[in-house]
T-cell receptor
Framework: KAGVTQTPRYLIKTRGQQVTLSCSPI?????VSWYQQTPGQGLQFLFE???????NKGNFPGRFSGRQFSNSRSEMNVSTLELGDSALYLC?????????????FGEGSRLTVL | AQKVTQAQTEISVVEKEDVTLDCVYE???????LFWYKQPPSGELVFLIR??????QNEISGRYSWNFQKSTSSFNFTITASQVVDSAVYFC?????????????FGKGTKLTVNP
């Protein structure tokens, strides 16, 4: 059974640019969550989607957005990149719905903003 | 608000030593879930255990054991006879049981280095 797949794994951008990260959940999983991991702030929740609807959102500026498609794949977008957006972005999937399932994480997309 | 504190930033042990990773949490909810995840250098978070707040029974899985004490709001993780492959960053996390969200609140993590 394939795990959570995130693309790209590594990317370098410059300030002011935008970036789109992709996440393919485990087959059959309907819930996708995104987290930002930085050395200073640790793991912080970005947003969560279930059946194409945003179910919860973390405390991040509007430059951070996401969406989920009908096949449960998800993308997140960061516009007008800042140096502080450099981080490992982790996606997690779960069956969803019952609120009791464990989250399965991908290996992340490591973004460097220059 | 929910909060998870892992006071140990880094721990270094020699192989075969036992090591305990501490986790203290804060929540106003009467029911909640607690988790431990392992993050190897590759980056992904690997699920280790989920504990429901009404189940205070300690659990052992091979060399791993968990001690949940609701009275002190702690959920500590012990690795017995540590091995080099245990080297990783370990995260404790908290999740509400209500509200329909699976959002996890993580501690800052404890980096464990097991030396041969």
């Amino acid at each position: 059974k394939a795990g959570v797949t995130q693309t790209p794994r590594y990317l370098i951008k410059t300030r002011g640019q935008q970036v789109t990260l992709s996440c393919s959940p485990i087959s059959g999983h309907r819930s996708v969550s995104w987290y930002q991991q930085t050395p200073g702030q640790g793991l912080q929740f970005l947003f969560e989607y279930f059946s194409e609807t945003q179910r919860n959102k973390g405390n991040f500026p509007g430059r951070f957005s996401g969406r989920q498609f009908s096949n449960s794949r998800s993308e997140m977008n960061v516009s007008t990149l800042e140096l502080g957006d450099s981080a490992l972005y982790l996606c997690a999937s779960s069956l969803g719905g019952s609120n009791t399932g464990e989250l399965f994480f991908g290996e992340g997309s490591r973004l460097t903003v220059l | 608000a929910q909060k998870v504190t892992q006071a140990q930033t880094e721990i270094s042990v020699v192989e075969k030593e036992d090591v305990t990773l501490d986790c203290v949490y804060e929540t106003r909810d009467t029911t909640y879930y607690l988790f431990w995840y392992k993050q190897p250098p590759s980056g992904e978070l690997v699920f280790l255990i989920r504990r429901n707040s009404f189940d205070e029974q300690n659990e052992i899985s091979g060399r791993y054991s968990w001690n949940f004490q609701k009275s002190t709001s702690s959920f500590n993780f012990t690795i017995t006879a540590s091995q080099v492959v245990d080297s990783a960053v370990y995260f404790c996390a908290l999740r509400r049981t209500q509200g329909g969200s699976e959002k996890l609140v993580f501690g800052k993590g404890t980096k464990l280095t097991v030396n041969p």
